[in-house]
Nanobody, 115 residues
Framework: QVQLVESGGGLVQAGGSLRLSCAAS????????VGWYRQAPGKQRELVAG???????KYVDSVKGRFTFSRDNAKNTVYLEMISLKPEDTAVYYC?????????WGQGTQVTVSS
């Protein structure tokens, strides 16, 4: 079972940037699908960005042009580069992986964007 550990969250002003990291205890290279989800208070968890088993990177419309997903296979780590952050981006961000070994969630990292 692969374990995931997120880091990089924090408090930032609107317009600022953050880089989230998700380090895996094992390989999460293709065809493992990996995604970043977020959950704001009182809202459902939503997929923000991720890479499919086929290697396609997708984003939810609200973050297109501001967030960038990337994967470093050598480091078993995925990243979420976030720029031009908005207060509505405030949430706990979770990493999720779905591979041949099963599925895993990280513990989450808080991102707070002040106006």
């Amino acid at each position: 079972q692969v374990q995931l550990v997120e880091s990089g969250g924090g408090l930032v002003q609107a317009g600022g940037s953050l880089r989230l990291s998700c380090a895996a205890s094992g390989s999460i290279r293709s065809p493992t699908a990996v995604g970043w989800y977020r959950q704001a208070p009182g809202k459902q968890r939503e997929l923000v960005a991720g890479i499919t088993s086929g290697g396609n990177i997708k984003y939810v419309d609200s973050v297109k042009g501001r967030f960038t997903f990337s994967r470093d296979n050598a480091k078993n780590t995925v990243y979420l580069e976030m720029i031009s952050l908005k207060p509505e981006d405030t949430a706990v961000y979770y990493c999720h992986a779905n591979g041949y070994w099963g599925t895993a969630w990280g513990q989450g990292t808080q991102v707070t964007v002040s106006s």
